[in-house]
């Protein structure tokens, strides 16, 4: 088994959604997995008064709800590396008692002053709180990559969660902020969708076999679909969303990752520099459309009224006349040799018909139809791989055989691979692996700065007031409970295709 340092993980934001229904219980499922060093410690910090126990016992529902096998003498271990610190980590005044409690801690459990900070905080605290950290002497390591013994110094690392930035200017501000705290080498920039089993496994099934390789490119692939469609609504933060949308929320951040994974050039080696100067290359080597292009490259809607919930124009928390797009399809095209002229279409969005996040690569047909004469032969191009990545987690390859019978007929079948029924693997939150990862000093699935930056520009004409015309008219496109506005097929429809929706 990989072995982590023993640490100290700081939460900011302790008593938030995202430290109580995700972080903590996944650092409970990779203490049961034997993950987590056996001097690790968890310090959540927020500023509402509670001790150790009232937070244990508060976390305590949370694991019991999120995971799922709980076991209450093995939270009763776990709880043991659980302790709280009330402060407004934005206050100065908040940082030499809460140093003399990681160094009380570091003392007492043996963690060598190693401290892996997560900002689970609202994105307007994270600069105040880098500065912060910074200001108060918590970083010491330096350049602890290029020191003659890493492994002999204690290092400060800093786990950032999305949204990183709500434009391009402003993730710019946020890594110049990080970067004056902490080296690149020490910044993780999460994206749990990077934690998701079969999008890891899409670089093993690309790279691990010699059949997938040799097609895998324009030649061979008339275009790819990367769809995550929720049936839920918006959630409670009308607001936040409002200022959000899907592309900001999605596309951006996650979508571009698993487009990442399915586009990239092979890395030389599968290390943590390699893996990453790829991602960097293929997302810097997107096609930005121009501001002519912007509305037919994308498709954006609101959902309507179902009867129960109001159209999302009339939630409370939506601004009037808001345009954010509860619904998003783009199409990529890449500015390489690998993919000329091969659209990536993407989509997302709020109560659709499916929840169902997956990469459809569709092949082209044969280069010769030597069937076209035999009565009964379909017509389809049935070369797919669909890569299901929630909420089954399955690889599915169509090709066409025949009909066993007298005569020949053709008919698309699927060979499919259940992760499931194959490894009996229970999933677990993609968090923790992510968390132990960085406990680890591997930054393989995480994102550098520049990698951010170039998804942000990639985005930003369908954003911007390039995008007011895709954006007139989206008020309630789309009935809840279908696939998106008719926007959405007409973008494939153009290019005379169309979404695999079938269940
Ligand atoms: N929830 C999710 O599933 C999710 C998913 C992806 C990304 N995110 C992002 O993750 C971050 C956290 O989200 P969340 O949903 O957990 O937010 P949240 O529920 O509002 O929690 C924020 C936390 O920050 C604490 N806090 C606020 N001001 C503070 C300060 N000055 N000093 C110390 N603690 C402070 C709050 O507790 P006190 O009031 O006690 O201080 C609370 O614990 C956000 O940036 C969000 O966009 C969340």
Redesign the pocket.
């Known amino acids: 088994m990989l072995t982590t340092d023993p640490c100290i993980l700081v939460i ?8 109580s ?2 972080l903590v219980p996944a650092m409970y499922e990779m203490h049961v997995a034997g993950q987590l060093h056996p001097s690790t410690v968890i310090l959540g ?4 008064q509670k001790s150790d126990d009232a937070w244990r016992d508060e976390l305590k529902s949370w694991v019991e709800r999120q995971v799922k096998k709980f076991d209450a003498a093995k939270y009763a271990e776990f709880a043991r590396r659980l302790f709280y610190f009330a ?5 100065r005044e ?1 940082y030499p008692p809460l140093e003399a409690r990681l160094a009380e801690l570091a003392e007492e459990k043996g963690t060598r002053g190693n401290l892996l900070f997560f ?5 307007s ?1 994270y600069e105040p ?1 880098v500065e912060r950290i910074d200001e108060a002497g918590l970083v010491v390591e330096g350049k602890r990559w290029c020191s003659i013994d890493p492994s002999t110094r204690s290092w400060q690392r800093i786990i950032v ?3 990183f930035g709500h434009d391009a200017a402003s993730a710019a501000s946020l890594n110049r902020a990080l970067g004056r705290a902490f080296e690149e080498e020490a910044i993780y920039r999460i994206d749990h969708y990077l934690g998701k089993e079969l999008v890891q496994s899409m670089l093993v099934l690309r790279f691990g076999n010699s059949i997938f390789e040799p097609v895998w490119n324009w030649q061979y692939i008339d275009h790819v679909q990367i769809t995550a469609a929720e049936t839920v609504s918006v959630g409670q933060r009308t607001a ?1 969303y409002d200022e959000t949308g899907a592309i900001r929320d999605m596309i951006q951040s996650h979508l571009f990752q698993v487009l990442a994974f399915v586009a990239m050039e092979p890395p030389s080696l599968y290390t943590p520099e390699n893996v990453r100067a790829e991602k960097i290359k293929i997302i810097d080597s997107i096609s930005v459309p121009t501001a002519d292009e912007v509305a037919t490259h994308c498709a954006l809607g609101q959902f309507a009224s179902d009867g129960k919930e109001g159209a999302y124009h009339e939630l409370a928390g939506v601004a009037q006349g808001s345009t954010t797009e509860t619904y998003a399809a783009i199409k990529v095209h890449f500015d390489n040799w690998r993919w000329a002229g091969t659209p990536f279409y993407i989509r997302t969005g709020k109560k659709l018909a499916q929840k169902r996040t997956e990469v459809v690569v569709q092949f082209k047909p044969p280069a010769a139809n030597l069937f076209r004469k035999v009565a009964g032969f379909g017509n389809e191009t049935p070369n797919r791989l669909v890569i299901e990545i929630a909420p089954k987690e399955r690889f599915n390859l169509r090709f066409e055989v025949k009909v066993p019978g007298f005569g020949l007929r053709g008919a698309n079948v699927d060979m499919q691979l259940d992760y499931a029924d194959h490894f009996k693997a229970e999933p677990v939150e993609a968090y923790g692996p992510l968390i132990v990862d960085a406990m680890r000093g591997d930054q393989t699935l995480f994102k550098h700065r520049v990698e951010v930056e170039g998804a942000w520009n990639a985005v930003m004409p369908f954003l911007d007031a390039r995008s007011a015309a895709a954006r007139a008219g989206i008020r309630a496109n789309y009935a809840v409970g279908s696939w998106g506005p008719a926007a959405a097929d007409e973008l494939l429809a153009r290019d005379g295709r169309a979404w695999r929706n079938e269940p």
């Open positions: 900011f934001g302790a008593s938030g959604d995202l430290a229904r995700k910090v927020s500023r509402t402060g407004d980590a934005v206050k908040c900002l689970s905080v609202a994105e605290l709180i969660e999305k949204p936040f």
